[in-house]
């Protein structure tokens, strides 16, 4: 099934439920990572993949088939892991609809994310309405009373899942290159301050990236300095400066294996007009 989005909301309803959705929508390789702050209410129903939950300084290890919450007015911070992509089914309501799901028990203050069991006959009532959403008229009383019934089969079957510690601190370590990836990366330093062997970090690791630590810094180095030659006038020793280089031509011997092309002619091919600029 292709990727899409409904908007339900402005369907006809005869007789309006307590809880009306307002978007539908289903991803089935979502491959990007999402850092926002919504007015809304949201279920995102994870079917196949992994990656990460992050909200109010906690980290969680998200492995489908899972549910997490997005709270209106909160920001939040989830996607699959580098180079991987997740199946997603998503709920969009009002965000004056919290009180009503946990008057239902189908949502709780303390627990923004759950695990269920996928068996093969909510798969398949999940297939069919999914079917049935996108040939169906435009019924709004029909798409409230699914979805209601879909989320009691899917939130009678969860279960909680606990903040994996390891795992909070090795995408902190992710967040910490990402953050101040021009300084010099002390690996050591920051397990012996996290209290994690290199072994340990290394099998974490190897779930949230393909590269090392240090391929991974590098790899943001290079991203930032196509970005600076391309949108500034800066001479490219400056640039290599900037991005944590000491030495110009190393910078040069390293963004040529990554790109296939010197930062100079990088920055002629990429915007021609430009070709008086400096180097």
């Not at 012996?192 to 779930?207: D, G, I, P, V």
Request: proline letters at 3%.
């Amino acid at each position: 099934m292709d990727n899409f989005v409904i908007h339900a909301g402005a369907m006809t309803r005869r007789f309006p439920s307590l809880t009306q959705v307002r978007n539908i929508g289903y991803e089935k390789e979502k491959h990007w990572v999402i850092r926002n702050t919504f007015n809304s209410f949201n279920f995102s129903v994870i079917l196949s993949g992994r990656g990460f939950f992050e909200y109010k300084g906690h980290l969680y290890e998200v492995r489908s088939p899972c549910v997490i919450y997005q709270m209106p007015e909160e920001k939040v911070h989830y996607g699959p892991y580098e180079g991987e992509h997740w199946e997603e089914l998503f709920f969009i309501f009002s965000s004056s609809d919290i009180t009503l799901f946990n008057s239902m028990n189908l949502f709780s203050y303390e627990q923004l994310i759950y695990q269920f069991d996928l068996t093969s006959t909510l798969l398949n009532h999940i297939k069919k309405f999914l079917k049935q959403l996108v040939e169906q008229p435009e019924n709004g009383d029909w798409v409230d009373l699914q979805v209601q019934q879909l989320l009691i089969e899917i939130f009678s079957s969860r279960r909680s899942i606990k903040s994996n510690l390891t795992m909070d601190k090795v995408l902190k370590i992710k967040k910490e290159i990402e953050d101040y990836f021009e300084t010099q990366l002390d690996l050591e330093s920051i397990l012996q301050e996290a209290k994690m062997s290199l072994s340990t970090f290394h099998r974490y690791w190897k779930q949230v990236s393909d590269h090392s630590p240090h391929q991974y810094q590098l790899s943001l180095r290079i991203q930032k300095a196509q970005r600076l030659l391309a949108e500034t006038n800066l001479r490219i020793k400056t640039i290599a400066t900037e991005i944590g280089f000491d030495d110009p031509l190393y910078f040069s011997r390293c963004f040529r294996k990554q790109t296939g092309l010197s930062p100079k002619k990088y920055r002629l091919r990429n915007y021609p007009r430009f070709m008086d600029w400096k180097s």
